[in-house]
């Protein structure tokens, strides 16, 4: 029996499982084809059927090396500053019982050593793998340098056995269990997992693995990265990697992260001497400026601009869906396939409920969750980074506003030294907020300017 669905399906060409109130993506381009005699304004308008986002400039990104270098030089005169902020002396005064600016005898040597050993546990491994594979002819991917992390983890672990032995000679057992309380946090958060301790970033998902191409332009090896997408399965599957990716990430900025605080600002206070009197203000403030002060050089670095930008690109291609309330007519929806690329404003029908597309295309699956927030959280590539950015010109507002009220000594210096590494984050994240924000908005002017759905 012919129907209204069926003759509008021949009359548009379109394949099978797409909407029919509203055309699909192979209709619009055959229809956007019979009203423009010109084959070059026809094919100018089914290239831009499909989303594309501007490309990116190559932006400045510090190398690995680079920034564990930074990393350390941060977290180590951190944890010297906040050594200087338990044991300073009055060694200024005339009849002072000692010339030197710190109580040397109150310190144990053997928790600095602790605690430098881990905060500089994946610049060690830099090092190695960087002189295995200048002096050794290996492939850096090879066994050889896998097989020399694994003795790299192993080398430090016995080094930090060997100072817990001497640790315990002289502190209670509850200090030891403050010593080693963050490796409970890395079980939970990495399981049995040996590489994310001394390296920062993701590997490879099976086959599939993202990385950062001779122009600068960070890509998955999926046919939907970075180019017009061929098929919404590929879309999909590359946010469910996408997702996986950012979220590996995220586990390792906010683990690196407490260690740093941790072993730099929490650890000197805990094996102080009880009879030690100190200002607790003081050292939970530097614990908290060191915390947020690591916190963004580690977000500045695992999620750059590039990165951002390819989730931004996917999240184009994704699109998302509006349940629609009360009911319609049959002729004007279809049900939802998961084989079709739907155009923006198309309704479709999913399990028993309605949805309208939101965006140029879309390959979202109605009703799910993961795909609404993908899109909005990456919809817009400035968002993450202007909320980090606020973040960061707080913190630096408030090392300004503690320099410029402090009549101590050690104040002024603990905090301008921090604040030298807080203003390098500030310049990063401002240039990359300005980049991305004017890429975003050239951006949504091309799409509301040729996109047929924003023209209906």
């Known amino acids: 029996m012919a129907g209204g669905r069926r003759s509008t399906a021949s009359r548009t060409s379109r394949p099978l499982a797409a909407p029919s109130g509203t055309n699909n993506m192979v209709a619009s381009q055959h229809k956007l084809g019979a009203v423009n005699p010109s084959r070059k304004e026809d094919d100018l308008s089914s290239s831009l059927l499909y989303p594309q986002a501007v490309p990116i400039p190559d932006i400045p990104h510090d190398s690995p090396f680079t920034f564990e270098v930074i990393m350390f030089l941060y977290t180590a005169s951190a944890l010297g500053l906040q050594y200087l902020n338990l044991y300073r002396t009055v060694w200024w005064m005339p009849h002072s019982y000692t010339n030197q600016a710190l109580n040397l005898d109150l310190i144990d040597p053997f928790i600095i050593a602790f605690s430098l050993t881990l905060l500089s546990r994946r610049l060690v491994w830099l090092c190695i793998r960087a002189a295995i594979i200048y002096f050794l002819p290996v492939s850096p991917s090879g066994r050889f340098v896998n097989g020399s992390k694994f003795c790299t983890i192993g080398m430090i672990l016995l080094i930090l056995g060997y100072l817990a032995y001497f640790v315990v000679q002289n502190h209670s057992m509850v200090n030891i269990l403050y010593l080693v309380y963050p490796a409970s946090v890395y079980f939970i958060l990495f399981g049995a997992a040996a590489s994310p301790f001394i390296d920062l970033s993701p590997g490879s998902q099976g086959r599939v693995k993202i990385y950062k191409d001779k122009v600068g332009t960070f890509r998955t090896n999926l046919a939907a990265a970075g180019g017009v997408p061929t098929s919404p399965e590929l879309i999909r599957m590359e946010v469910a990697i996408t997702k996986t990716d950012f979220n590996t990430r995220l586990k390792q900025v906010l683990f690196n992260t407490i260690i740093s605080a941790y072993y730099s600002g929490f650890i000197p206070c805990a094996f102080s001497p009880s009879f030690l009197s100190y200002e607790v203000w003081w050292v939970s403030q530097h614990t908290l400026t060191t915390f947020l002060g690591c916190l963004t050089l580690y977000l500045v670095h695992c999620f750059p601009a590039g990165y951002n930008h390819l ?14 309330e009360g009911r319609i007519s049959p002729n004007f929806y279809n049900q939802w396939s998961a084989a079709s690329l739907w155009p923006g404003s198309a309704i479709v029908r999913h399990g028993k409920d309605l949805y309208k597309a939101e965006g140029v295309v879309n390959a979202a699956e109605p009703g799910n969750f993961s795909h609404v927030r993908y899109f909005y959280l990456f919809g817009d590539p400035s968002l993450l980074v202007c909320g980090l950015l606020v973040v960061q010109a707080t913190l630096v507002s408030f090392q300004l506003m503690i320099l410029a009220k402090s009549t101590f000594w050690y104040h002024l210096i603990s905090q301008g030294i921090l604040a030298f590494g807080n203003y390098y984050t500030l310049f990063k ?14 951006e949504q002017m091309l799409i509301e300017r040729f996109s047929p759905s924003f023209q209906e």
């Not at 996917?314 to 629609?324: D, E, F, I, N, Y």
């Not at 990359?432 to 050239?442: F, G, R, T, V």
Request: a positive charge; zero cysteines.
């Open 429 to 442: 994240l401002t240039r990359d907020y300005l980049i991305l924000s004017k890429i975003y908005k050239a």
């Open 311 to 324: 989730l931004h690109r996917t999240s184009l291609h994704l699109g998302h869906w509006l349940k629609m």
